[in-house]
């Protein structure tokens, strides 16, 4: 894994007349995470698409050194494909395989043939998690990761997050929902709005 940090000063974020928060600075370094919270339309998953670069800021900086993976609502993977197919697609760019070590602990393994479309929310959760983080990215950016997923699933993807970090990725989870996982930060957007 390529090393990794990311440096956010005096982040201001705007959506349309709207200042959703301001003066918001943090550092994450290698093997750290930061739980962002706070009530719908408060920024988060604003926050996770200008730490991505996909989004610019009102105001502030963004420095990020390392690759940044996002997991998001919306799902990187052809509807139209059997999950077989469109992982593959992903293999093919990313230089990873999706063997069957990859797709079992996520109860994917029977369902390669079974197109993208008929997966159930959660089945098409983990196959985004796969697929996201492939790359073995030095920064995961999690939008809401645990919707979905079941209690089992669940618990296996946030020790998934805390080996990911152990060994020394930075992960920043925006979510609503408790993340069980050591040394987890936590970031409340309510104090940074206007």
């Not at 994450?28 to 670069?53: F, W």
Request: hydrophobic share 40%; net charge neutral.
């Amino acid at each position: 894994m390529e090393p990794a940090r990311i440096t956010a000063t005096d982040l201001a974020c705007r959506r349309g007349d709207r200042l959703l928060f301001r003066g918001l600075s943090f550092e994450l370094n290698a093997g750290e995470a930061l739980q962002v919270v706070g009530p719908n339309g408060t920024g988060k998953s604003s926050l996770l698409r200008i730490l991505a670069g996909l989004l610019p800021p009102f105001a502030g900086t963004v420095e990020r050194t390392g690759e940044a993976a996002l997991l998001d609502e919306r799902l990187p993977l052809d509807g139209e494909l059997p999950l077989g197919k469109a992982l593959a697609f992903w293999s093919r760019i990313d230089g990873r395989g999706y063997g069957a070590e990859g797709l079992s602990p996520l109860g994917l393994d029977r369902l390669g043939d079974v197109p993208v479309r008929y997966l159930s929310t959660g089945q098409r959760k983990r196959a985004a998690i796969l697929q996201s983080n492939a790359r073995r990215a030095g920064v995961w950016l999690l939008d809401e990761p645990l919707n979905g997923l079941d209690v089992e699933a669940a618990a296996q993807f946030q020790a998934r997050v805390g080996g990911y970090v152990a060994d020394g990725g930075i992960a920043v989870i925006a979510s609503h929902q408790p993340f069980d996982m050591p040394g987890l930060a936590r970031l409340h957007l309510g104090d940074y709005a206007p």
